[in-house]
């Protein structure tokens, strides 16, 4: 079976500085991947070139078999992919629903979007009470929901997610990760891009740790999760 994304010896370079070293990875249709690391291991950078937003240096990236490493942001969402980026980046201004309509604008089946937008309120039941309120009234968390269900508004083959758990309060992140669990079950493919590694293995089907650049160990989130090294360094086990 061939992968829904496979990437292949991946490099990233800010001008002379390289962020990503030569990564391998993939996702298969269905799955939840998990790139976890801490803080500077390059996983935003690998989600932003996934996206077409920066151009690797080096290696490549096979979305569906086609080659996506030089096709432009813009491109790269007619093709499936939606990527819901760290800090959110809602429109403060806007509301709540004109928010998830612009995850959509690729789209002109008016029904479908309706019932697309239907279903992030069925997901999260406080976007839906709030439809008309302005976006930036929301909380970290209702804001990282909105970010989600905008992103699934763009009907995406793969979902990529970027900390979605950063800054929220413990029951917060519980609803998020359970919303990622809900969307697996319904068929959604994520690759979830976490420095919160108990929360993301648990629930990943794959999981890849990234350490400044380089893939360092990869397994089922199951055995990441019990993995000794992965539990000092990530977990905070002596
Ligand atoms: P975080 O969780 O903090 O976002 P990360 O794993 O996502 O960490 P990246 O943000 O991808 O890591 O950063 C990887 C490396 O690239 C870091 O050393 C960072 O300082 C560097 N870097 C990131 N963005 C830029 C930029 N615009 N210009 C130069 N260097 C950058």
């Known amino acids: 079976m061939t992968a829904l994304l496979e990437v292949e010896d991946l490099r990233v370079a800010y001008g002379k500085i390289e962020a990503v070293k030569g990564i391998s990875f993939k996702v298969d249709a269905g799955q939840v991947v998990t790139l976890i690391g801490t803080n500077g291991a390059g996983k935003t950078t690998t989600l932003r070139t996934l996206s077409g937003l920066l151009k690797p240096s080096g290696g490549s990236i096979r979305f569906e078999g086609k080659d996506l490493s030089k096709v432009p942001a813009h491109k790269v969402v007619s093709l499936g992919l939606a990527h819901s980026p760290e800090g959110r980046h809602i429109f403060p201004r806007m509301s709540i629903e004109d928010n998830l309509r612009l995850g959509a604008y690729l ?27 302005a976006a930036g009234t929301l909380s970290g968390g209702e804001q990282q929901m909105l970010a989600m269900g905008r992103a699934l508004m763009s009907q995406p083959k793969l979902l ?18 359970a919303t990622i669990t809900e969307l697996k079950s319904q068929g959604t493919t994520i690759l979830l891009v976490e420095q919160n590694a108990q929360a993301a293995l648990s629930l990943a089907d794959q999981g890849y740790v990234m350490e400044v650049g380089k893939i360092t160990l990869t397994g089922s989130g199951q055995d990441l999760l019990h993995d000794e090294s992965v539990r000092k360094a990530y977990l905070g086990e002596d």
């Not at 089946?109 to 976007?127: E, T, V």
């Open 160 to 177: 990529m997610l970027d900390e979605p758990s950063m800054g929220l309060s413990p029951i917060m992140m519980q609803k998020i990760m």
């Open 107 to 133: 789209r002109d089946d008016k029904a479908g979007i309706a019932k697309d937008i239907q279903r992030a309120y069925d997901l999260f039941p406080i976007l839906g009470e709030r439809r008309r309120q």
